[in-house]
């Protein structure tokens, strides 16, 4: 045992040693203890630097709200962590820690030099330097912010960690397993509510579980006893399940909360190996007890962050959880009663100990069993200031005056080499305001409560307010009671002893002979906020918390303002003298404490990064070398290299063989859905902006579907099956939207339409075969069909049998060439497109991908919907004013049309653009102008798509330009980075104007 | 003659839990809404179809899914090729609804074991503390952003149905998600 491992406990297994490495030494420490507490044990407070001050630092508290004791995790690794707490961490072999912020080391640390310094650099010093010269900004000022900027080195690798995510639903979720959240948790479970506990630490029981004071008794029994009791016994019920280790981040809407459990963070690499690391709880809880206790605050006095400066009652957690003591010559500086019991509880251990009391006296009986030990209390006295460098030495001390304003009387030195600060206590609220929850002010001890309860969320306990034993018992029973409908409970009776605090004094900053802008008030630890810095803000004018907050960066570390921002409010409230609830507070936003990316992500990674789907020939693609692009969820051929060709060279090739033989097309992704119903006719009359009356059975029809506003939402070509039976194809990326939207309608508008609609895009696989080979190939697959124009014409299908499989043949093309489209079931679209591929052998059919169909239907002037449309375009903006009906009563989207902004003629509209150097091909974005020299220069529109087309050998490109069916034959301009490209408007249909290779 | 491909779902066991795949499954898609619908459906399938939401009935080798009011599932292994034009002779010429077969529409994957709900737990929003201990309920949802059918035919035995573009990268993450019960 080292000095300051002064006892056993039942919460390290001092049987069970570790070695661990901090700043590259190697120290040991037991199972059970946080890097925190091994550090301390072994006499190490000096942990690293404060942001910008680099001043040194050391532990302050025991919890998720430590603003210093960040750590960097394997340093040395690829897969380094920074920022992760030493008061959070647990020990585990082979743990190896450095401190963070320093250089070359944190006992000497260049970066120091900012602390001399620092009258020159106050809260918002950034703002108002790197102004001048201006040719500085790019060159100098943000190289350097961005190098000073920040907090660890992140890693440089992919995280081989796992992560993984769970979806749970409960009756009644309780935040916190101390002694008000394992009450609450017992009664709910008890009365046959699915109920879950969730508390961030290893072991239930929160500070209860540590209190050997004989004053707080329940039932007769100290504290401490009572609630190992409670915990022995809710583990036993089948209807609570347990979590620790697991932290809530976030609270949102409806009770659905999320939380990070910790798996094997404190496991040994050995035996965390192939383990969860971290699981992100997703949950839906219906009703939330929120107890999740109280942090308490630090005091703000000159000089208050040196290293050996903590909370007191971390000081007491380290001492009477992990047997550790933070000091020997103990000093606890406080304005409250519950200071006393560390105070207590080191004498007891053989420990000096001193108070020091803001209060002018108090007569609970906590003080009454203090000074009974004999520990010297400093009454109405105040710190005014502290030292020694790596680790406090001494304070000085003076007395207060009667309003507590100023210092009187003489300078005390008192030599100590730790200082316990109670400031009181801050609940935490955070999940309450995070859920919707507002606050009340309490003036009596100064803390933000929840202002009132929902019928699904209560807060109990410290988090409510309670800070007395008997109160937190008494209310917490009552309230949970009452919340989940519970008619009586053990604890209705229970007899609880405690020590009730009478007096109660609070300075937000206290008094000094020592100017303010001359001493070191900390309030923001980790982002070195003064209160001098508060009161600089405000003297510059900023008044709301929201603005002080962000010109001084109080909070905004990563401990999020846990411990300087009711400081911060309290200076304000007293400098701008109004009254602190009047000024609310700042947001609280999840995460509580900061996740892990790989918590977030979980296992979509890797492969599961992003859904992949696949059509069934995606294995032939796979093989014969295709590339792949995402279309949607969908993995789409785009194109197939052949002897190391660039996509350019292949795309060439493939256009070229689709125009001069054969091509064919995985269509398989296009959206299908089948239409049946007496009424299937009249629902699309509705749905596009066509006529379909007088569509026969066995043709196909393209069609235009707008939205409510005119604008296009989607197209494709429908084929009448039979009378009362249609396919309508989607794109591939509006299929699912498409079906819905349709079924919506079809359900709220359209009751009366006797339409039924089934989704089969996965049911069938689709071969599209183009080109003036096609036919040939048709008839090689399929003998007994006719495939002549007057037997099988353009536009029309055909039911046929292949290999004794029944499928569909559509003529139909989106190329321009004379093409089929075979639908057969998915099962078989593998051997469907073998067979094809066979087929065509003798005519060299070509497979091509997405690009090359992009670039020959671009030839043709057919758009794609969303690529040549972006929701603001209607039919008559692309220039197919010949698909809008006139005649039929109405059809979505029918009124839009005829709104004066549609109906605007220098509207954007689809043209064709011809560069003026036939072989510059555009860049798809690009934005167009008439002139250039004008400024600000007008654009008046952007290229949509744009293709070297080898077929004409030439650029083509298609765009939307402000009233561009009127600029045909004119000179643009489109501005590159490094070259001014001119354009003449032409037809968008650059290739077989007159639709002489569909019927070739 | 053309080949039939399927998924390449080889079988798997985990504690607790087997995945497998069942295809070729028969499946067909009705709809409808009007008494004589029902009439129809219920005597060509033997079966009364489901009106109670998210359950199924079944009768030898046929399951009826309920989907919504007025669209069912209907899925089995060994089913007669007649019942499709029996159905749309019945059902769809007649006007009464529609029938569609979706047989590669979905893959459907059998869960067997007490683990299933804890995988499903990982990536389906749903709350199964009631659907588990029901027989012959069904739920759509999402599983790892995937449209599922879950249809809970036994206790701890239960068929899940993806479309079929979705399928592999599904049962792969099932899979994946199986190794952390």
Redesign the interface.
């Given at each position: 045992m080292s000095n300051f491992r002064i006892n056993k406990t039942n919460f390290v297994d001092q049987t069970n040693r570790i070695s661990f490495k901090f700043d590259g030494k190697t120290f040991f420490g037991f199972k059970g203890d946080t890097l925190a507490s091994a550090l301390i044990a072994n006499g190490i407070h000096l942990v690293g630097r404060s942001f910008k001050y680099h001043r040194p630092r050391g532990i302050m508290t025991c919890g998720s709200e430590e603003p210093n004791a960040i750590c960097q995790i394997n340093d040395k690794s690829n897969l380094t962590e920074p920022n992760v707490r030493a008061t959070e961490i647990e020990l585990y072999e082979g743990l190896e820690a450095n401190s963070q912020n320093c250089w070359p080391n944190v006992k000497f640390d260049i970066g120091g030099i900012n602390n001399l310094i620092s009258p020159f650099i106050p809260a918002g010093f950034y703002y108002k330097t790197f102004m001048w010269p201006k040719s500085f900004w790019k060159s100098v000022y943000e190289p350097l912010i961005r190098k000073t900027a920040g907090l660890g080195k992140s890693p440089i690798k992919p995280d081989p960690e796992?992560y993984?995510?769970?979806?749970?639903?409960c009756d009644v979720l309780v935040i916190g397993g101390g002694i008000s959240g394992i009450i609450s948790a017992k009664l709910s479970a008890k009365n046959n509510l699915?109920t879950i506990l969730i508390d961030d630490k290893k072991e239930l029981g929160g500070s209860t579980i540590f209190q050997e004071n004989e004053i707080f008794k329940i039932n007769n029994k100290i504290s401490k006893d009572w609630l190992i009791n409670e915990i022995n016994e809710i583990k036993k019920l089948k209807n609570l399940q347990i979590k620790t280790r697991t932290s809530v981040a976030a609270y949102h809407d409806y009770n659905y909360l999320l939380a990070r459990e910790s798996l094997s963070d404190h496991l040994s690499k050995n035996e965390k190996d192939g383990f969860?690391r971290q699981r992100l709880w997703?949950i839906?809880a219906k009703k939330v007890i929120i107890a999740t206790g109280a942090i308490e605050r630090p005091l703000v006095f000159n000089n208050n962050d040196r290293p050996g400066i903590l909370l007191a009652s971390s000081i007491n957690k380290y001492l009477n959880y992990f047997g550790v003591t933070c000091g020997l010559k103990n000093v606890i500086f406080t304005n409250n009663d519950s200071a006393y019991e560390v105070a207590i509880s080191l004498n007891k251990k053989g420990i000096d100990v001193k108070i020091i009391d803001i209060r002018k006296r108090s007569e609970s009986e906590l003080i009454k069993e203090t000074e009974k030990l004999g520990i010297k209390i400093f009454w109405n006295s105040t710190i005014t200031s502290t030292f020694g460098y790596r680790k406090i030495n001494s304070i000085e001390i003076m007395s207060l005056s009667e309003d507590g304003s100023n210092v009187i009387g003489e300078k005390n030195k008192i030599s100590c080499d730790c200082l316990g600060m109670s400031g009181g206590w801050t609940p935490m609220v955070h999940m309450h305001t995070q859920s919707g929850g507002k606050l009340n002010f309490r003036e009596t001890d100064q803390v933000f409560l929840p202002k009132e309860f929902s019928d699904n969320r209560i807060s109990v306990g410290s988090s409510n307010g309670h800070f007395e034993l008997d109160e937190i018992i008494k209310l917490t029973n009552d309230t949970v009671k009452k919340f989940l409908n519970i008619q009586e409970t053990d604890l209705d009776d229970a007899d609880i002893s405690c020590s009730k605090e009478l007096e109660k004094r609070n300075i937000w900053l206290l008094p000094n002979y020592i100017s303010i802008g001359k001493n070191k008030s900390f309030i923001d630890f980790q982002n070195d906020s003064t209160a001098k810095d508060i009161k600089l803000a405000m003297r510059e004018g900023f008044k709301s918390i929201e603005h002080v907050k962000r010109y001084t960066t109080t909070g905004m570390a990563t401990d999020q303002g846990k411990l300087s921002n009711m400081h911060a409010l309290g200076i304000i409230a007293e400098t701008a003298a109004v009254k602190m609830g009047s000024l609310g507070t700042t947001t609280f936003r999840p995460p509580f404490t900061p996740l892990t990316f790989g918590t977030i992500v979980g296992?979509s990674v890797g492969?599961?990064f992003d859904?992949?789907?696949?059509?069934?020939m995606h294995e032939w693609h796979v093989k014969n070398n295709a590339e792949f692009e995402n279309v949607g969820?969908?993995k789409r051929a785009w194109y197939y290299p052949r002897n190391n060709e660039n996509m350019h060279q292949s795309v060439q090739r493939e256009s070229k063989a689709a125009r001069d033989s054969a091509g064919i097309l995985d269509a398989s992704?296009l959206g299908k859905i089948?239409i049946?119903?007496?009424d299937a006719t009249e629902f699309l009359n509705r749905v596009y902006t066509n006529a379909w009356s007088k569509l026969s059975i066995g043709k196909c029809r393209y069609g235009l579907m707008l939205n409510e506003d005119g604008m296009v939402y989607d197209d494709g070509v429908t084929t009448r099956i039979d009378e009362?039976?249609y396919l309508m194809t989607t794109t591939t990326g509006g299929a699912a939207n498409v079906l819905s939207k349709l079924e919506d309608y079809l359900q709220t508008e359209w009751p009366e339409l006797?339409v039924?609609l089934?989704?089969?895009?996965?049911?069938?696989a689709t071969a599209s075969i183009c080109g003036p080979n096609s036919k040939k190939i048709l008839k090689k697959l399929f003998s007994d069909i006719e495939f002549n124009d007057q037997n099988f014409p353009h536009m029309s299908f055909k039911n046929a049998k292949?290999?004794?499989?029944d499928c569909r043949i559509m003529r139909i093309s989106f190329t321009g060439e004379h093409s089929y489209e075979i639908n057969?079931?998915?099962?078989?679209?593998?051997?469907?497109w073998e067979?094809c591929i066979d087929a065509g052998k003798d005519f060299n059919i070509t497979p091509y991908g997405t690009e090359t169909m992009h670039l020959l239907r671009a030839e043709k002037g057919f758009i794609i919907v969303g690529q040549d449309t972006d929701g603001t375009m209607t039919p008559i903006d692309l220039q197919m004013d010949w698909i809008v009906s006139k005649k039929k009563y109405d059809f979505i989207g029918k009124r839009s049309l005829y709104r004066s902004d549609t109906m605007r003629e220098d509207r954007k509209q689809l043209v064709g653009l011809l560069t003026d150097k036939p072989n510059t091909v555009l860049e798809e974005g690009a934005q167009i102008v008439h002139e250039k020299n004008n400024k600000p220069i007008e654009m008046i529109g952007h290229v949509t798509s744009s293709y070297f087309s080898p077929n004409l050998n030439k650029s083509i490109a298609l765009a939307v330009v402000k009233n561009g069916r009127k600029l045909k034959g004119q000179k643009l301009l489109v501005p590159m980075r490094d070259q001014t490209i001119n354009v003449t408007v032409s037809d968008f249909i650059f290739y077989d104007k007159n639709n002489e290779r569909l019927n070739a | 003659?053309?080949?039939?491909?399927?998924p390449e779902f080889e079988k798997k066991v985990y504690p607790d839990l087997e995945l497998s795949l069942l295809e070729?499954s028969y499946k067909i898609?009705l709809?409808?809404k009007n008494r004589d619908f029902f009439t129809k459906a219920g005597k060509l399938l033997s079966i009364m179809l489901p009106i109670e939401s998210n359950t199924s009935a079944n009768i030898k080798n046929i399951n009826a899914l309920w989907l919504s009011p007025?669209e069912w599932l209907i899925y089995g292994k060994d089913i007669d090729k007649n019942l499709e034009t029996n159905l749309n002779n019945e059902i769809?010429k007649l006007?009464y609804?529609?029938?569609?077969?979706?047989?590669?529409?979905?893959v459907i994957i059998n869960f067997k074991g007490k683990n299933i709900f804890e995988v499903l737990?990982?990536?389906?929003?749903?709350?199964?503390?009631n659907f588990k201990g029901k027989k012959n309920v069904v739920v759509q949802t999402l599983l790892?952003?995937?449209d599922v059918i879950l249809h809970h035919q036994e206790i701890n035995d239960l068929n899940l149905f993806v479309?079929?573009?979705?399928s592999?990268?599904l049962w792969?993450?099932i899979n994946?998600?199986s190794r952390?019960i």
């Open positions: 796992i993984d995510h769970k979806y749970v639903h699915n969860v997703k839906r296992r492969k599961f859904i992949v789907r696949k059509t069934p969820q969908w992704t089948d049946k119903g007496s009362n039976h006797d039924w089934t989704s089969v895009t996965d049911h069938y292949i290999g004794g499989i057969i079931e998915a099962k078989y679209g593998n051997s469907l067979k | 003659m053309l080949d039939i491909k399927l070729p898609n709809r409808g007025d769809s006007k609804g529609s029938v569609t077969n979706v047989s590669d529409q979905w737990s990982k990536g389906s929003p749903f709350n199964f503390n790892n952003h995937v479309r079929k573009s979705f592999e990268h792969l993450w994946d998600s952390f």
